[in-house]
Every structure is written in C-alpha cells, then in structure tokens.
C-alpha cells in the first residue's frame, strides 16, 4: 500500500515568518492530496487540497507544490499567525473520494 | 458542525470489556471510515466502508469489527478490550467525489481509555 512520510514532526517558527512542511509518498498511483489542519482538543479539518494534475494550488496565506517526479508535495503558510499553531496532516489518496494514507502530522508553534 | 458525530465523546473502560463507538452522519455520504490517532503515528486506518453493504478491513483492523448499520451509521467494536487500544478515534465520511468534493468530514472524536 501507499506509505507517505512528513517532516518535520516539529517545527516553530516566529510570528509573521513562513512554514513549510514536506511530505514523501510512494505510490505514483496516488492522485489526491489533502491537507489537515487539527487544533488542540478538535478534528481534523480540511484546509487545502490538490489533484497530480496542478503543480500548485494557493489560498490565501496557504499554498501546496506537488512534484509528481520526485512524489513529494509541501505545505506553505506565509505571513503566521498564532492561531496557525495547531498539527498538520498530510495525507495522498489513490483515485477520488477513498482510502486516505495520512502523514505522522507536524505540530506548528507560531510564537508571537 | 454536528454532521458527523460520534457517541461517546469520552470513555473509560476495562480491559477485557466489550465496547461500541458509533457514528452517524447527515451528510448523505456513502463512504466512511475509522481511524485511530495516536501520538507521533498520526492517524491509521481501521476499517472502511463504501456502502451498506461493503466492509474492509484497513491496515490495523485485529481487535477490532464494524458495523454499517444503514448508509448514515457506521460502528466500530472492540470485542475485548485492551490497553494499547488506549487512543483517539475518528470517523470519517466522503463523497464518492462526483461533486468535486473528495476530502473527509471528521467527527469530533471518542477518546478511549482501556485500563
């Protein structure tokens, strides 16, 4: 089965600074790629998504880069805020509306 | 939002226990799912099913059986409880992604204590 990897499982960085987290998958099958953001105590919730067919996808202060040759797919968070301070999953998903293969998560610490 | 929700909230129990986590949803999704969240793991997939009538198992299913009661409830057992059992479990539904919509809708989690 697909095996996706995330780094770093921790990462802090200071207010107004950008993020970046990686993520590594396996299967070049896998066409779908989510991200989920999970505050302390919460659910995961979704905040961006993007398909092997775009290289990159933004919104807003948040931006996905996929690059299908080397299967890795990053997140970046421009301009932090403290309530960006929460885990982060990544996850890849062979085909639409299935199975998701999730990351480690990574905890982010935007100090103000 | 209160469309995916998962009964208890909270659950402290005793090894060799049988217990029941369930969910339901008013999403209309076919899909839904069971993870379990444990610190530095992430969130590993116990069970899936794609409609009523459709169950499989995922990478950590030992100890563990579901039910797909109608398209809107999804049950996860543990026939006999056991400590490492001890986590955060999550539901989750989706869209057969026809809509353009292929992300999950979490429920808002059971944590699970086995002791």
């Known amino acids: 089965g697909e095996n996706v990897e995330q780094h770093p499982s921790t990462l802090s960085v200071q207010e107004g600074d950008s993020a970046v987290i990686k993520c590594t998958y396996s299967d070049s099958a896998s066409n779908y790629f989510p991200w989920y953001k999970q505050e302390l105590g919460k659910r995961p919730q979704l905040i961006i998504d993007?398909?092997?067919?775009?290289g990159e996808k933004k919104d807003q202060r948040i931006a996905v880069t996929l690059n299908k040759t080397a299967k890795h797919f990053s997140l970046h968070i421009t301009e932090t805020q403290p309530e960006d301070s929460a885990v982060y999953f990544c996850a890849a998903s062979i085909g639409f509306g299935g199975q998701f293969y999730f990351g480690t998560g990574t905890s982010l610490t935007v100090i103000p | 939002d209160a469309d995916v929700t998962q009964t208890p909230r909270n659950r402290i129990t005793k090894t060799g226990k049988r217990i029941m986590l369930e969910c339901s949803q008013t999403?209309?999704?076919?899909?839904m799912y069971w993870y379990r969240q444990d610190p530095g793991l992430g969130l590993r997939l116990i069970y899936y099913s794609f409609d009523v009538k459709d169950i499989n198992k995922g990478e950590i299913s030992d100890g563990y059986s579901v039910s797909r009661q109608a398209q809107a409830k999804f049950s996860l057992s543990l026939e006999s409880a056991i400590p490492n059992q001890t986590a955060l479990y999550f539901c989750?539904?989706?869209?057969?992604?026809?809509?353009?919509?292929?992300?999950?809708?979490f429920g808002s989690g059971t944590r699970l204590t086995v002791v």
């Open positions: 993007i398909r092997s067919n775009v």
């Open positions: 989750a539904t989706s869209d057969t992604g026809t809509g353009g919509n292929y992300g999950y809708t």
């Open positions: 999403k209309g999704h076919d899909r």
